[in-house]
Nanobody, 125 residues
Framework: VQLQASGGGLVQAGGSLRLSCAAS????????VGWFRQAPGKGREFVAS????????RYEDTVKGRFTISRDNAKGMAYLQMNNLKPEDTAVYYC???????????????????WGQGTLVTVSS
């Protein structure tokens, strides 16, 4: 599976962005997809994940109620809708796909074998 993230940019606090993750490969629809982020000078952290079927999602506590993860297996796409953005959301955002099939939602980056190149989100105050 190859992944390409896009949709980042500069936005004011309180604004919205939608990140997209385009996947190639026939196994994408069987894999959990996650979004992670890495802020300047910090380690990479989990943001959200969605199961292969799209029926279950998981979020990091600080983004609950503001971010929504979704996917469209027919199009080979995953999305992260980010609303009410805050300066602390500034980071490079990565999409990733699970190394196994049909797993539940997972926040452990070691479970993800396939990574996109990252897209920068900058939120100004």
């Amino acid at each position: 599976v190859q992944l390409q993230a896009s949709g980042g940019g500069l936005v004011q606090a309180g604004g919205s962005l939608r990140l997209s993750c385009a996947a190639s490969g026939s196994t994408f629809s069987r894999k959990t997809v996650g979004w992670f982020r890495q802020a300047p000078g910090k380690g990479r952290e989990f943001v959200a994940s969605i199961t292969w079927s799209g029926t279950s999602t998981r979020y990091e506590d600080t983004v609950k109620g503001r971010f929504t993860i979704s996917r469209d297996n027919a199009k080979g796409m995953a999305y992260l809708q980010m609303n009410n953005l805050k300066p602390e959301d500034t980071a490079v955002y990565y999409c990733a796909a699970d190394g196994k099939y049909y797993r539940g939602t997972t926040y452990d980056e070691d479970d993800y074998d396939f990574w996109g190149q990252g897209t920068l989100v900058t939120v100004s105050s």
